[in-house]
């Protein structure tokens, strides 16, 4: 795929306004991805997109060879040891945070498109210009992250009465793709896969819930069969309205490859994983604590008494 590289030198006169246009453009268009990514799907490969909460996340799931990287305002935290969830706690400004993790990431991933996760529900922005200076940054494509749809009860029927609504989401999903942006927005139930879907969803995820195992992981979930049944219902709901939207799987008890293999095993149409804790948390927690057990074991020589 064709990418910007912003590190040479512009040029002048009218070749200088071309390659402004250049940079302002995200770096991967959503048609190379996209073709990319149906290339794969039909040779019986699937799709596997990722979060990345730092550089170094980055550049090894690009070694793996991932598909997509999405940088996340809860990457920041959950690297930091903090739970998931604190992404969606008022710890901070999700967007600026996206923005900044923008600085790190970016530089460093050289041929895989990376999407960044915008708040829509976020009052203090216009969209439509928050959504260019994300494009203008170097990204390719957009998710819903922080997202209302991971709140229920009356809180949720609170958020959705007092303008921040999960409708807010669903605009920016519309916007980005207007913009030529990448779209692969989380939902949460059928209503919610139909309406991205008509928004202009590139590629759907139906969202299982906060992510189990591991130290920091949830310890409540649904079952994987459960998981199969909704997945499954989201996928369906969203091929009527649109036949070449994308499906794929995340959350929940789907947290390590032979889950996500038994989730694809079970349903038919899902194309792949999107994981964030799965791809840069818990294959690094058991990684860590195994070296230094490692190292712990080393045996030395005392010195002799009275040298």
Do not use: W
Not at 86 to 98: R, T
């Amino acid at each position: 795929m064709t990418k910007v590289d912003r590190r040479k030198s512009l040029p002048c006169g009218a070749g200088l306004i071309d390659e402004l246009r250049a940079v302002v453009m995200s770096l991967f268009s959503r048609e190379e991805i996209l073709k990319r990514l149906n290339e794969k799907i039909q040779s019986g490969q699937p799709i596997i997109g990722g979060g990345a909460g730092t550089g170094i996340s980055a550049k090894l799931e690009e070694a793996g060879g991932i598909d997509l990287i999405v940088i996340y305002n809860s990457g920041r935290f959950r690297m930091g040891g903090r739970g998931s969830l604190a992404g969606l706690m008022p710890y901070g400004d999700a967007n600026a945070i996206v923005m900044d993790m923008a600085r790190e990431v970016l530089p460093v991933v050289e041929h895989t498109p990376v999407l960044a996760g915008v708040c829509g529900t976020d009052p203090f922005r216009v969209m439509k210009l928050f959504l260019k200076e994300v494009q203008a940054a170097g990204f390719s494509g957009v998710q819903n992250f922080p997202t209302v749809g991971l709140i229920d009860g009356v809180f949720r029927a609170n958020l959705e009465e007092t303008g921040m609504s999960y409708g807010l989401e669903v605009d920016m999903i519309r916007q980005s793709a207007e913009l030529g942006l990448l779209t692969t927005p989380y939902c949460f139930n059928v209503d919610d896969a139909v309406a991205m879907t008509r928004a202009g969803a590139d590629i759907l995820i139906p969202h299982m819930g906060l992510t189990t195992k591991g130290s920091i992981g949830a310890h409540t979930a649904l079952t994987l069969d459960q998981c199969v049944q909704r997945i499954q219902e989201m996928h369906d709901a969203a091929k009527k309205v649109r036949s070449d939207v994308i499906v794929l799987c995340h959350g929940g008890p789907i947290a390590e490859p032979e889950d996500a293999q038994y989730i694809l095993d079970h349903t038919e149409g899902i194309a792949g994983f999107y994981g964030a804790s799965s791809m840069e948390r818990l294959p690094v927690e058991p990684a860590i604590t195994n070296r230094i057990r490692e190292f712990g074991q080393l045996q030395f020589r005392p010195s002799r008494a009275g040298s």
